[in-house]
């Protein structure tokens, strides 16, 4: 029996966008105390089940593809919190697909070079440095708010979760080249829209713990893990338009995935670093005959 997803909880002086739905989707109802809705953790939190997952705990990429596809999508810009439009025409943005889950968001386009922020920044450290002088957005000072709060509830509750590298697209850790996912193109096709010797030095820097480099791909492409504290993830198009959707999930539930279109030469890259632990799916789909590069890694 699915369970009934909550409205947000009650939580002490934070603003609740309405682009959020759920807060906390429990088999069990909460309990108020001293007016703060409070998780009964007797139960499996929706999302945590084993719906993607195969009898030895591996990811299952085909129901990955499945569900994410098939679940509705929302834009960046409905979930933006702030964002920061750069001299070179691009931008960076911080984005919150949970209550309290902080992403930091960046479009790609071949020639221009990334912007690298460090990750030990906290997102209104990282939006001051790229916008010195300029008033934090109240947006996401709130959501740095919650994401203490959401943090602070995992402690408090007893929530313990393991930081492991579970699975990634061939079932191991380390660095993989080419995993299963999509197509590799035989005869490598001219990729001079977007080069993968200019994407993997710029995007696809190899991660301390896992790191999956997706070269010359065509057809649909995933990333998959579990119990992840810092992740990037990017791709970019040297031929064609292709789909890029990213969803997480947090110790309370799935968010609803975050879906952008790119055309031939653009990209985007997405970052999370710090506060709650989650498990991702950077999905690249509605991509047959079409050419792209995909990458991911975390520490």
């Known amino acids: 029996m699915p369970c009934t997803s909550r409205l947000w909880a009650s939580t002490p002086n934070l603003t609740k966008p309405n682009v959020h739905k759920r807060a906390f989707c429990m088999k069990k109802s909460c309990k108020r105390i001293t007016g703060i809705a409070v998780l009964m953790i007797a139960t499996q939190a929706c999302g945590a089940g084993p ?6 705990g591996a990811i299952d990429l085909q129901k990955v593809a499945a569900s994410a596809e098939n679940t509705p999508a929302v834009t960046p810009e409905e979930i933006e919190l702030a964002r920061v439009d750069l001299p070179n025409g691009e931008y960076v943005g911080w984005y919150e697909p949970a209550p309290g889950l902080i992403v930091l968001g960046q479009s790609i386009r071949y020639p221009i070079a990334p912007v690298v922020l460090d990750s030990s920044l906290s997102p209104i ?36 979760p393991t930081v492991s590298i579970e699975t990634s697209s061939n ?19 001219d990729d001079s ?47 064609g338009a292709v789909q890029y959707r990213v969803r997480w999930r947090t110790w309370y539930d799935w968010t609803t995935p975050v879906n952008v279109t790119r055309q031939t030469g653009e990209g985007w890259e997405w970052s999370h670093s710090g506060g709650l632990d989650f498990d991702f799916e950077s999905l690249v789909h509605d991509a047959t005959g079409d050419g792209f590069h995909h990458c991911g890694r975390g520490a």
Not at 142 to 152: C, F
Not at 171 to 189: C, F, H, I, R
Not at 197 to 220: D, R
């Open 51 to 56: 719906e993607n997952h195969a009898s030895d």
């Open 125 to 160: 450290e990282q939006y001051q440095k790229l916008a010195p002088g300029a008033d934090v957005p109240k947006a996401l000072i709130d959501a740095v708010e919650r994401e203490k709060y959401y943090a602070d509830e995992a402690d408090r509750l007893g929530i313990d």
């Open 171 to 189: 079932g191991q850790g380390g660095q993989t080249d080419n995993a299963a996912g999509a197509s590799v193109q035989k005869a490598l096709p």
């Open 193 to 239: 829209a977007c080069p993968w010797s200019w994407f993997q030095p710029a995007y696809c820097q190899p991660g301390v713990a896992w790191t999956e480099l997706l070269s010359f791909k065509t057809g649909n492409s995933t990333i998959a893990r579990n119990d992840e504290w810092n992740v990037h993830t990017a791709m970019c198009s040297y031929r």
